[in-house]
Nanobody
Framework: QVQLVESGGGLVQAGGSLRLSCKAS???????????MGWYRQAPGKQRELVAIITRGTRGGSPTYADSVKGRFTISRDNVENTVYLQMSSLKPEDTAVYYC??????????WGQGTQVTVSS
């Protein structure tokens, strides 16, 4: 019911910035039922972890961040375009991971994107 397509990953030096985008598409009921959207990441040999999520909200939504990215990453959302963004600044080598977009439909559950690689060189 919902498909998520990410873009914006790549290779960047430590201290640099990247912006990830994730656009949701699918059935009308799939899209309008999405409440939470956000980003998770998985580094080699580690479990997938939350990076940032944001609720739908009429005033831009309410964000939640992992402690490790607070003050460096900013999540935002465009409900008209059904797109969620992750602006990443002051990147560190430990931010290297595959970043996955996530969307939660209140009726049909969670959906994942295919993932986009972010590599931060020291």
């Amino acid at each position: 019911q919902v498909q998520l397509v990410e873009s914006g990953g790549g290779l960047v030096q430590a201290g640099g910035s990247l912006r990830l985008s994730c656009k949701a598409s699918g059935t009308i009921f799939g899209i309008i039922g999405i409440n939470v959207m956000g980003w998770y990441r998985q580094a080699p040999g580690k479990q997938r972890e939350l990076v940032a999520i944001i609720t739908r909200g009429t005033r831009g939504g309410s964000p939640t961040y992992a402690d490790s990215v607070k003050g460096r990453f900013t999540i935002s959302r465009d409900n008209v375009e059904n797109t969620v963004y992750l602006q990443m600044s002051s990147l560190k080598p430990e931010d290297t991971a595959v970043y996955y977009c996530y969307a939660d439909n209140t009726a049909s559950g969670g959906y994942w994107g295919q993932g986009t690689q972010v590599t931060v060189s020291s």
